[in-house]
């Protein structure tokens, strides 16, 4: 299911850390925790593993925050108005979306990092349906991309689009998650076409977020945005796409698609 969260300002506060995805991350597990310790303890600490491989996926993702009008000064995000938005998707049976959707309604929360919090109340909570999913789509990012590679122990490269491996590895991940919540891909699978194509990822614009910001954990991911995607695939991995997000880090603010 994808949602549209819509945040009303309840504080004075108009300053918000430019990277506030951690933060925003912390506050969904929280909401879901809050009803379903299990769920949410499932979500956090364990999520979906790949069978035979150290990989898990919590299957989940969320856009940016949409803040219109603002200010960008020194790292931090001046808000210019009263309410803000952001998307958010989970991959879920359909008998867990009535639950979900209840839980985010008339929360309060603040969010931000030690320096500066501005509180919200959530205002409005709206399903929004999923388009008609067609073998060929193309598809615009919401939040910034992460497609890393690993380099045998040192650390991870962060890959552009231009990249040749950046279709790969994405190829790759999302068969991944889909072989953490299914046994086996189908076997009509097999012949059918799976192709990443990048548009103009020459246009791409890399953004570096700080994870953990100001504690001893604090880590800076590269991820990309501002350029499209077309994917050839099954209509069951573009909604897969649409609900549990492209790539890595979903679930920290990465990789939230929409179709165009």
Do not use: C
Not at 71 to 79: A, M, N, T, V
């Amino acid at each position: 299911m994808r949602l549209k969260i819509t945040l009303k300002k309840t504080s004075r506060e108009n300053e918000l850390p430019a990277s506030y995805q951690y933060e925003l991350s912390a506050w969904i597990y929280k909401i879901i925790a809050q009803a379903d310790a299990q769920y949410g303890d499932f979500l956090h600490n364990q999520g979906h593993t790949l069978p035979q491989s150290p990989k898990t996926f919590k299957l989940f993702s969320f856009s940016n925050l949409f803040i219109f009008p603002f200010q960008i000064d020194k790292g931090r995000i001046w808000l210019q108005s009263k309410t803000v938005h952001f998307f958010v998707s989970f991959y879920v049976d359909k008998t867990a979306e009535t639950f979900i959707l209840g839980l985010f309604k008339d929360q309060h929360f603040r969010l931000g990092d030690a320096v500066s919090q501005v509180s919200f109340r959530v205002e409005n909570v709206e399903i929004i349906a999923l388009p008609t999913l067609a073998e060929v789509m193309t598809y615009q990012f919401l939040s910034p991309v992460v497609v890393a590679r690993d380099n045998a122990g040192e650390q991870a490269s962060y890959l552009p689009p231009t990249d040749s491996d950046f279709p790969v590895l994405l190829k790759q991940n999302l068969l991944d998650k889909y072989l953490s919540v299914h046994s086996s891909l189908p076997a009509e699978w097999q012949h059918a076409p799976f192709e990443v194509l990048p548009i103009q990822p020459e246009n791409a614009k890399p953004k570096l977020i700080t994870l953990k910001a100001r504690t001893t954990a604090e880590t800076k991911v590269k991820g990309y945005q501002r350029f499209q995607l077309q994917m050839t695939a099954p209509r069951e991995l573009h909604e897969l796409a649409l609900l549990a997000g492209l790539v890595q880090k979903n679930a920290q603010g990465f990789g939230f698609v929409e179709a165009r």
